[in-house]
């Protein structure tokens, strides 16, 4: 039974390692930079990055890769996210991590542009599927069709005893009516009549001669 109990978490982002650095103060009116972190080969500590989902909530743990021990978390709070992009480079970032109630900050890098992308859509992806579940759409709202251009249906069919008229080169003016066919007199009609537009033969294939 206890093993039944236990939350079932998602995991929503693996990073195989990231590189955990001690960052200086900000300075009022300014972004963070990861120039401004010292030597970028030299970080603090190396590791495991997990974006792990429970019932109550989602948060950015950093553990050992080979025993899994957590060195910081950081509770994800997509009103108030705990990650924040720096100025100069798009692998780094800032990270607000909690511990008992204390908060500090650190600077994470990722050795591969496409790691941090992934970073991002994972967060985005999770961000947009709660604000979703906060506001869910009503269900007598009705999402028209994107292809269905919108405004109200108009009838181009022909009323009984109104003609329009087609102008065919080579060919006299016509009167349409209800029930006559562009190939023939009617529609109620099997054949072809002789006024009517001429079908045209299919394209030669590249055996037929010509």
Same mark, same amino acid.
């Given at each position: 039974? $206890? &093993? /039944?109990?236990?939350? =079932? +978490? #998602?995991? %929503?982002?693996?990073? @195989?390692?990231?590189?955990?650095?001690?960052?200086?103060?900000?300075?009022?009116?300014?972004?963070?930079?990861?120039?401004?972190?010292?030597?970028?080969?030299?970080?603090?500590?190396?590791?495991?990055?997990?974006?792990?989902?429970?019932?109550?909530?989602?948060?950015?743990?950093?553990?050992?890769?080979?025993?899994?021990?957590?060195?910081?978390?950081?509770?994800? $709070? &997509? /009103?108030?996210?705990? =990650? +924040? #992009?720096? %100025?100069?480079?798009? @692998?780094?970032?800032?990270?607000?991590?909690?511990?008992?109630?204390?908060?500090?900050?650190?600077?994470?890098?990722?050795?591969?542009?496409?790691?941090?992308?992934?970073?991002?859509?994972?967060?985005?992806?999770?961000?947009?599927?709660?604000?979703?579940?906060?506001?869910?759409?009503?269900?007598?709202?009705?999402?028209?069709?994107?292809?269905?251009?919108?405004?109200?249906?108009?009838?181009?069919?022909?009323?009984?005893?109104?003609?329009?008229?087609?102008?065919?080169?080579?060919?006299?003016?016509?009167?349409?009516?209800?029930?006559?066919?562009?190939?023939?007199?009617?529609?109620?009609?099997?054949?072809?009549?002789?006024?009517?537009?001429?079908?045209?033969?299919?394209?030669?294939?590249?055996?037929?001669?010509?």
């Amino acid at each position: 039974m $206890d &093993a /039944l109990d236990e939350e =079932v +978490e #998602s995991i %929503l982002y693996i990073a @195989r390692e990231v590189s955990v650095y001690k960052i200086p103060h900000l300075k009022a009116n300014e972004g963070h930079r990861a120039n401004d972190w010292g030597d970028l080969a030299q970080p603090l500590w190396k590791g495991r990055l997990r974006i792990v989902e429970k019932s109550s909530g989602a948060a950015l743990m950093f553990e050992d890769a080979q025993t899994g021990d957590l060195f910081a978390r950081a509770p994800y $709070d &997509a /009103l108030k996210p705990c =990650v +924040e #992009s720096v %100025l100069d480079s798009s @692998r780094y970032f800032v990270i607000r991590v909690e511990d008992a109630g204390k908060k500090a900050y650190i600077g994470m890098g990722f050795a591969e542009r496409t790691d941090s992308f992934d970073f991002n859509v994972a967060l985005q992806d999770y961000t947009k599927r709660l604000k979703a579940a906060f506001s869910p759409p009503s269900p007598d709202e009705e999402t028209p069709s994107p292809h269905i251009p919108a405004g109200p249906k108009k009838d181009y069919s022909l009323k009984e005893g109104q003609t329009f008229s087609i102008s065919i080169p080579g060919k006299a003016s016509r009167l349409l009516t209800p029930g006559t066919s562009l190939i023939g007199s009617s529609t109620q009609s099997t054949g072809i009549s002789g006024g009517g537009v001429p079908l045209l033969p299919p394209p030669p294939s590249s055996g037929r001669k010509k």
